[in-house]
């Protein structure tokens, strides 16, 4: 087995109060540390680690960093002890269990002891143990009582053939220089102390830095001392020396306080949990002594600085961080491509070249991919609440989007059927007979739960970026939206609404899976039900004018009533679900997106999310009139009808006060602030509508 080199984690150890190992966490971690490129792992590496956990919980880490690493990269066991008895059982009891096992050991730890001592110390070690347990020292005379491996000793030690590299924690120059004479492709030098890498890597002729490495704590993060190296080995000077500047600044960020290990490892470990927060439980008692353990030793300016590196590094690649379908389930870059290996229609498309996300939307997960011919997003529907879990909506949605399913079809119901019953397969658009509205292809479409256990789907990524984000964006930069741009913008989307809304059907269907059924209950029924349990459930949250509600719905019931027609309703229809693209004067509407929530109802439900999302907040007589005016080429827009969108909406209103009441009983206290903020509003919109 070759020397070890390149960049060694120092890998941080999870354990509970009972000193036991953390499997999850561990393992988390490990897989984590090999995604930001650590070409081996140091576990047990301080001695408060290696000499607190006993002999069966340390076997037990290295069962997992086993199987994560699949015996691709190599592992150290870090050792401490003062008589070389001890030492020597640890390796033999260890290594008996694991191949291709390595060690990295100190001298003496307690007392100073001659330099003679010291040769014989690790002598009796070298001669002792099985030849095929690499053995690497670790040079660090402050942390181990001024115990020191000059270069004389190590001229000694080095006759023996497994031992096999030098731990350096470059506290004498000099000295250091004069290791670095015994590199080679069997002996490997590494930098023990990440803050001297770069002075340490310009030391070494460049021809022998092949044989050097660096045994970092960082990389329980990030990639930064992966990139390090490289510099090194290609003699990028100049990079070479702004990350590590880089590098130092982001370790006083997060350590707290340079050179205190106990602080480190808490600011490493907070930053590793804060990093993956989303997908770490605190539902068991080992999970919450965790979490208590490392804030209790954080002060809160302390997280937040932390916090926001961690974003930093996100943001600036220097982390990668495992992608997510679920808080179960972690895939790494090559996971993710050989699960999808086998899928024709995406083998097609070349190989991928990176993945970005992930990007949390409601009750889905999405990744960005960019194969070699084109960008895709893929959509997982990971939530276990969503009505979205049994069906791929486009599925059904897009043959009517370009007419190949008539809605007035006397075997529809079959032909719906068929399709719900097809559980993989794709539908691409035809250029000769393209969709009403603009919609990406469905690329790839999988229900079985088989590849991964969700649905997902597969489809065309559009270009832009959420027509909120746009007009955000000019109030932030000040910029007029009061131009000919919006108006023509708002007056598309009058226009595609009113395309959307040509696809008619003779029932109502608030299940699309119950398209083309009889239906046994009618429309004012079905829409009766509705209201009273949203207003049972308002009562229960103290809304104390409900009756207040139920007279305006009895002076309005007529328009209800008088409901014949019945439209395709995206259902979900606001700015966030809107892509545009501004350019050149002109912003194109590129594609309307999310039809999970798509159904068979009243045209009027369509406008309710953009007119309390976009047109009430924007407050300009213009912008209605454009979008209106656009809709009225389809169908007359009286003021019948805009009661009509004041009923639906106030169903809806009560729908959302229900919802935030729920969640704010669950809520922390900033979370209380912001919810408190949203249920006044509701409120005051159901207010202003029935009075």
Same mark, same amino acid.
């Given at each position: 087995m070759p020397p070890i080199n390149g960049v060694i984690c120092n890998t941080l150890t999870f354990y509970d109060q009972d000193l036991k190992i953390m499997d999850y966490f561990n393992s988390l971690l490990l897989r984590h540390i090999l995604t930001n490129d650590a070409n081996s792992l140091l576990l047990f590496g301080n001695i408060d680690e290696s000499n607190l956990l006993t002999e069966t919980e340390k076997i037990k880490l290295i069962e997992i960093a086993t199987n994560i690493t699949e015996s691709k990269i190599p592992l150290l066991v870090g050792i401490f002890g003062n008589e070389p008895e001890g030492v020597i059982d640890q390796i033999e009891s260890i290594g008996k269990k694991f191949e291709n096992l390595s060690f990295m050991i100190s001298p003496p730890i307690s007392e100073k002891q001659p330099e003679d001592v010291i040769i014989s110390f690790f002598e009796n070690i070298l001669s002792s143990i099985n030849p095929n347990n690499q053995i690497y020292l670790i040079n660090n005379p402050l942390d181990f009582s001024r115990n020191e491996i000059d270069p004389e000793s190590l001229k000694k030690l080095i006759e023996f053939t497994n031992l096999k590299g030098l731990n350096d924690a470059f506290y004498n120059i000099k000295k250091c220089k004069s290791y670095i004479q015994f590199l080679n492709n069997n002996f490997s030098i590494f930098c023990g102390l990440e803050e001297y890498a770069q002075s340490f890597f310009q030391l070494v002729p460049l021809n022998q830095r092949k044989y050097t490495g660096i045994v970092s704590n960082i990389s329980n993060l990030g990639n930064m001392c992966s990139k390090l190296y490289k510099y090194a080995l290609d003699d990028n000077i100049l990079e070479l020396l702004q990350l590590h500047e880089q590098i130092n600044d982001i370790r006083n960020k997060i350590y707290q306080v340079k050179g205190n290990q106990i602080r480190e490892k808490i600011g490493l470990k907070y930053a590793f949990l804060h990093l993956y927060k989303d997908f #770490?439980? /605190?539902?068991?008692?080992?999970?919450?002594?965790?979490?208590?353990?490392i804030e209790s030793q954080i002060n809160s300016i302390s997280k937040e600085r932390i916090e926001a590196t961690v974003h930093y590094l996100l943001n600036q690649k220097l982390i990668f961080q495992l992608y997510f379908i679920s808080k179960k389930d972690l895939y790494q870059f090559d996971d993710i491509i050989d699960t999808f290996s086998k899928i024709e229609v995406l083998v097609k498309q070349g190989k991928v070249k990176k993945i970005k996300g992930p990007f949390i939307i409601d009750?889905?997960? #999405?990744? /960005?991919?960019n194969f070699e011919k084109k960008q895709l997003v893929f959509r997982f529907h990971t939530s276990p609440y969503s009505q979205s879990d049994n069906l791929v909506k486009e599925k059904l949605l897009y043959p009517f989007l370009d007419n190949s399913l008539d809605p007035n079809d006397i075997s529809l119901r079959n032909k719906v059927k068929d399709i719900i019953n097809l559980r993989t397969g794709s539908y691409i658009f035809n250029r000769e007979n393209p969709p009403i509205i603009p919609v990406s292809n469905l690329i790839f479409f999988d229900e079985t739960k088989e590849t991964v256990p969700y649905l997902f789907s597969v489809q065309d990524?559009?270009?832009?970026?959420p027509l909120f984000q746009l007009i955000n964006q000019y109030v932030n930069e000040g910029k007029n939206l009061n131009i000919k741009k919006f108006f023509d913008l708002f007056n598309n989307l009058g226009d595609h609404l009113g395309n959307l809304h040509e696809v008619g059907f003779n029932n109502f269907f608030t299940n699309i899976n119950n398209i083309g059924k009889s239906s046994k209950i009618s429309y004012i029924e079905r829409f009766e039900n509705e209201l009273e349990a949203k207003i049972q459930v308002a009562r229960k949250n103290n809304i104390d004018f409900v009756d207040d509600i139920k007279h305006f719905i009895k002076d309005n019931k007529s328009l209800i009533e008088d409901e014949r027609e019945f439209v395709l309703l995206h259902n979900d229809f606001k700015s966030q679900n809107i892509i545009v693209k501004d350019d050149l004067g002109v912003i194109k509407i590129n594609g309307i997106v999310d039809f999970d929530n798509w159904c068979v109802g009243s045209r009027a439900k369509d406008f309710i999310k953009i007119d309390y999302w976009i047109l009430k907040p924007l407050n300009n007589p213009s912008f209605y009139n454009s979008f209106y005016n656009a809709y009225s080429k389809f169908y007359k827009i009286d003021t019948?009808?805009?009661?009509?969108i004041d009923i639906y909406k106030l169903l809806w209103l009560l729908d959302e006060y229900n919802l935030e009441t729920e969640l704010l009983k669950k809520s922390n206290h900033m979370?209380?602030?912001?919810?408190?903020?949203?249920l006044e509003g509701y409120i005051f919109e159901i207010k202003a509508i029935i009075q």
């Amino acid at each position: 087995m070759p020397p070890i080199n390149g960049v060694i984690c120092n890998t941080l150890t999870f354990y509970d109060q009972d000193l036991k190992i953390m499997d999850y966490f561990n393992s988390l971690l490990l897989r984590h540390i090999l995604t930001n490129d650590a070409n081996s792992l140091l576990l047990f590496g301080n001695i408060d680690e290696s000499n607190l956990l006993t002999e069966t919980e340390k076997i037990k880490l290295i069962e997992i960093a086993t199987n994560i690493t699949e015996s691709k990269i190599p592992l150290l066991v870090g050792i401490f002890g003062n008589e070389p008895e001890g030492v020597i059982d640890q390796i033999e009891s260890i290594g008996k269990k694991f191949e291709n096992l390595s060690f990295m050991i100190s001298p003496p730890i307690s007392e100073k002891q001659p330099e003679d001592v010291i040769i014989s110390f690790f002598e009796n070690i070298l001669s002792s143990i099985n030849p095929n347990n690499q053995i690497y020292l670790i040079n660090n005379p402050l942390d181990f009582s001024r115990n020191e491996i000059d270069p004389e000793s190590l001229k000694k030690l080095i006759e023996f053939t497994n031992l096999k590299g030098l731990n350096d924690a470059f506290y004498n120059i000099k000295k250091c220089k004069s290791y670095i004479q015994f590199l080679n492709n069997n002996f490997s030098i590494f930098c023990g102390l990440e803050e001297y890498a770069q002075s340490f890597f310009q030391l070494v002729p460049l021809n022998q830095r092949k044989y050097t490495g660096i045994v970092s704590n960082i990389s329980n993060l990030g990639n930064m001392c992966s990139k390090l190296y490289k510099y090194a080995l290609d003699d990028n000077i100049l990079e070479l020396l702004q990350l590590h500047e880089q590098i130092n600044d982001i370790r006083n960020k997060i350590y707290q306080v340079k050179g205190n290990q106990i602080r480190e490892k808490i600011g490493l470990k907070y930053a590793f949990l804060h990093l993956y927060k989303d997908f #770490l439980s /605190r539902s068991t008692n080992s999970a919450n002594y965790l979490n208590d353990q490392i804030e209790s030793q954080i002060n809160s300016i302390s997280k937040e600085r932390i916090e926001a590196t961690v974003h930093y590094l996100l943001n600036q690649k220097l982390i990668f961080q495992l992608y997510f379908i679920s808080k179960k389930d972690l895939y790494q870059f090559d996971d993710i491509i050989d699960t999808f290996s086998k899928i024709e229609v995406l083998v097609k498309q070349g190989k991928v070249k990176k993945i970005k996300g992930p990007f949390i939307i409601d009750a889905n997960t #999405l990744y /960005r991919v960019n194969f070699e011919k084109k960008q895709l997003v893929f959509r997982f529907h990971t939530s276990p609440y969503s009505q979205s879990d049994n069906l791929v909506k486009e599925k059904l949605l897009y043959p009517f989007l370009d007419n190949s399913l008539d809605p007035n079809d006397i075997s529809l119901r079959n032909k719906v059927k068929d399709i719900i019953n097809l559980r993989t397969g794709s539908y691409i658009f035809n250029r000769e007979n393209p969709p009403i509205i603009p919609v990406s292809n469905l690329i790839f479409f999988d229900e079985t739960k088989e590849t991964v256990p969700y649905l997902f789907s597969v489809q065309d990524y559009i270009r832009g970026k959420p027509l909120f984000q746009l007009i955000n964006q000019y109030v932030n930069e000040g910029k007029n939206l009061n131009i000919k741009k919006f108006f023509d913008l708002f007056n598309n989307l009058g226009d595609h609404l009113g395309n959307l809304h040509e696809v008619g059907f003779n029932n109502f269907f608030t299940n699309i899976n119950n398209i083309g059924k009889s239906s046994k209950i009618s429309y004012i029924e079905r829409f009766e039900n509705e209201l009273e349990a949203k207003i049972q459930v308002a009562r229960k949250n103290n809304i104390d004018f409900v009756d207040d509600i139920k007279h305006f719905i009895k002076d309005n019931k007529s328009l209800i009533e008088d409901e014949r027609e019945f439209v395709l309703l995206h259902n979900d229809f606001k700015s966030q679900n809107i892509i545009v693209k501004d350019d050149l004067g002109v912003i194109k509407i590129n594609g309307i997106v999310d039809f999970d929530n798509w159904c068979v109802g009243s045209r009027a439900k369509d406008f309710i999310k953009i007119d309390y999302w976009i047109l009430k907040p924007l407050n300009n007589p213009s912008f209605y009139n454009s979008f209106y005016n656009a809709y009225s080429k389809f169908y007359k827009i009286d003021t019948e009808f805009k009661k009509k969108i004041d009923i639906y909406k106030l169903l809806w209103l009560l729908d959302e006060y229900n919802l935030e009441t729920e969640l704010l009983k669950k809520s922390n206290h900033m979370d209380i602030i912001k919810k408190s903020s949203s249920l006044e509003g509701y409120i005051f919109e159901i207010k202003a509508i029935i009075q």
